[in-house]
């Protein structure tokens, strides 16, 4: 599975944007996609996270509210809209896939067998 990430950029404090993530090669019509991002400096953390099946969303705490996982299985893609943006959620964003990865293991970058390249989101303040 290959996994492109897309859609970062700079963008002012308070503004939006929609990161994509586009899956190719071999797809799976289960498991879960995740965000994380990493910050220099910073280990990578848990943003979101979308079961393919059945749709259930999980977000981190410092997200939730602001951002919005969806995804599109007949595009095997999967998007973060990201409003309210604040400077601290600068940072390079990764999209992650798994075929089987159970609830209490989303949260774990380690648990992700598929990653993309990541795209970098600047917020200013």
């Known amino acids: 599975v290959q996994l492109q990430a897309s859609g970062g950029g700079l963008v002012q404090a308070g503004g939006s944007l929609r990161l994509s993530c586009a899956a190719s090669?071999?797809?799976?019509?289960?498991?879960?996609m995740g965000w994380f991002r990493q910050a220099p400096g910073k280990e990578r953390e848990f943003i979101a996270a979308?079961?393919?099946?059945?749709?259930?969303?999980y977000y981190a705490d410092s997200v939730k509210g602001r951002f919005t996982v969806s995804r599109d299985n007949a595009k095997n893609a999967v998007y973060l809209q990201m409003n309210s943006l604040k400077p601290e959620d600068t940072a390079v964003y990764y999209c992650a896939a798994d075929s089987s990865l159970i609830l209490s293991s989303i949260y774990s970058a380690s648990a992700y067998d598929f990653w993309g390249q990541g795209t970098l989101v600047t917020v200013s303040s």
């Open positions: 090669g071999r797809t799976f019509s289960r498991g879960v």
């Open positions: 979308i079961f393919r099946s059945g749709g259930s969303t």
